[in-house]
C-alpha cells in the first residue's frame, strides 16, 4: 500500500500534538467500487501498532490486519454505515501490535464523498489501552464480588448494580436500571413522594451500616445488610451502597444464641461446683454450685486465686496440659472450721487457637456427705457384726453355764455337808466359806454374763458397795500371785448404790485381772472406795495398777467388743467391754486415763442411791 504525503487536514502541529496524545491520525478511502483502502497514517502509528506506516496491510474485507479477528466485521460494517449515510464513523475496536499485545482504540471519522463517487474519511483513533484494562478489571472484580454493589442516583434511581446484586433480586442484566431502591427493601418512601429524588435521598437512607427486610422478586422476604456511604461528584449526590443477604448468618447466630443459652442454663443448674481459671490460677468463671459450697457470692470468688479456696498441694499444674484429666479427692476446712470432702475433676483447655497458655476447668462436687454415710454405714455394719457375734456368745455362754451349773453344784453342796456333818477345825471351817464364797460368785458371774450377752434387764436392788469391796478383796488375793500387792482403801462408812453385788464382784475382779496381765505378775494394785460431795452423790471406785500402761489410741478402742492388745489365744477383747456394759446398765459410768510406761487407772462412777424412794 502507498502512502500519501499528509493532507493538508493534518498541518504539522496538529500531528506532533495528537501524537503527545497517543492519538494516531489517518486518511481513510473507499473507492466507488466499496474497496477500503488507508492512504495516510501519522508517523507515531509505529508507537502505538509497533507498525510503520507503510507496512499497514489492509485486507480484502476492507479491515487492518492490525484489527483483532472477533473485531474486524463491526468496524468494516461501521465504515459501510458512514458512507452509506455520510454520518461520522465511531468506531471502537481492538489490534494486535507487533510484539503480540493488544490495545483498545477509540475514534472518530468524517466522510466526504467526491464527484468521482469515492469517500474520504479524515480521523483519529485514541489508545484507550489502560482505561479499558482497569475497566475491565473493575467489572471483573465487581461482577466476581459476593457481596451487592450498587450506584444510586438522587435522581434516576438505580444506576448500576454488580452480577451478584442482580442474581440476589433475581433480576435480568441492567434489570435494576432506574428502579427506587426503597421498593426492593422493607421500607417505604415518605408519604405524598412517589420515588427519592434529589436531596429528599438523603431523608430515606441512613448512612453507615444498618439491617434492613428486603424482598425478593417473589415476594419473599430476607434479612439484608447494607452500608450507605455519599458521594457528591460535580454537585451531584450518588449514594454507594454495600450489601448482603444475612439469612445464614441470622439462621447460625440464633443457632448460636440458643447453644450459648442452654450452656448458661446448664452451667447455672448444673449441681456440682464449676471452676475456670487461667494459666496465672486466677478464677475466671464461676457457678452458683461453687457459691453455695464456699459461702461466698460472685464478686468475692470471680477474679480471686484458686490457692483461695483449694490448697496448692492439691492443685494440678496450672501451665503445663501434660497431665490432661484429672481426678482426686481433697479435704477442705470451711469458715465455721468443718472438714469437707471434695472430689475434684477436670482438664485443661485451650480458650482460643492462638492461647499459648491453656486454661483449666475444675468441677467439684462435695461428697462430705457421702463419706459421712458411708462411715455411718460401716458403723452399722460393725454393730450388727457385733451383735451377731454377741448372739452366738450368748448361746455359747448357755452351755458352758450349764456345764458350769453342773460343776459348781457339787462343789457347794459338797463343801456344805463337809461343814455341816463334819468336826473342823476354825481354819478348815474358814477354808470351806470360803469355797462357798467363791462357788457363789462363781454362779452369780455366770448369770451376770448369761444376762449381757442375751441382753435380758438385770434386777437392781439397793448394796452397800463397802461390804462388796470387802470381799472382793478377799476373793482377789487368792487370783494375784505372791509378787503383786495388793493396796485397798475405802474413805466412806457406807456407799448405797442401785446394782447387783455380783455383777459388782464380776466387774472389779476383771479389772483385776487386767491390772495383773499388764504388770505382768509383779506390781501393785490399788483399789479405792469413796464418795463425792458434789450436789449428785456418786460413789467412786478406782482400780489403778503399774503396768505398761496404754496409748491414747488403745485407750479410745479399750471398751469396744473384741478389742485386745493380747497375743492370740490369751484374750478375746469381751472383759472389759462386758464391764462397760454391766456398769452402764447400773445407771453407772466407767473412764480409764492412762500413759505408756505409768500404768492404767480405771474409774468407775455410780449414782448413791436415794434411800427415801422405793425401791425399783
Known sequence: MSLQPAPATFPAPLVDLMADLACVLFRRHMCADGSLSYVWFSPNVETVFGFAPAEMSVAHTGALNALHWADRDDHVREIRRSAATLQPCHELFRIISDD??????????RPQRHDDGSIIWDGAWLDI????????HFQTVMDHAEDCILTVDCNSGIEWANAATERLFDCHEGGLRGQCLMERIQKSCPPGRPSCHGDDMLSCFQRGTSEVTAIHSDG??????MTVSEVRTDG?????VIGRDISRRKQTESVLAETEQRLRLMFEAAPVGILVADSTGRIRQSNPAFHIMCGQDTDAIDGAALSDFIPVANLPDLENSVEGVFCREISIANAQNTLKRWRMSGSHFHAAKDDPHPSILLLIEDITDYYRSAEERRQLERVLTEGQKLEALGRLAGGVAHELNNMLGPILMGAEMLIRSAALDDKNRGRCDRIIEAAKHGRDIVRGVLAYCRQERQDLSAIDLVPVVGQFSELVRSVLPPTTRLDLSITCGQAMVMGNAGQITQILLNLANNGRDAMDGKGTLQVHLGCSDTATPQAIITISDTGCGMSEEVAARIFDPFFTTKPVGQGTGLGLSVVHGLVTAM???IAVTSAIGHGSTFTITLPVADMACPTP
Open 100 to 109: 503480540g499485545q493488544t490495545h483498545w482504540l477509540r475514534g472518530s471519522a
Open 129 to 136: 489501552t489502560q482505561w479499558m484494562r482497569a475497566e475491565h
Open 220 to 225: 419473599s422476604l430476607f434479612p439484608f445488610e
Open 236 to 240: 451531584r449526590l450518588s449514594l454507594i
Open 587 to 589: 445407771g453407772g459410768a
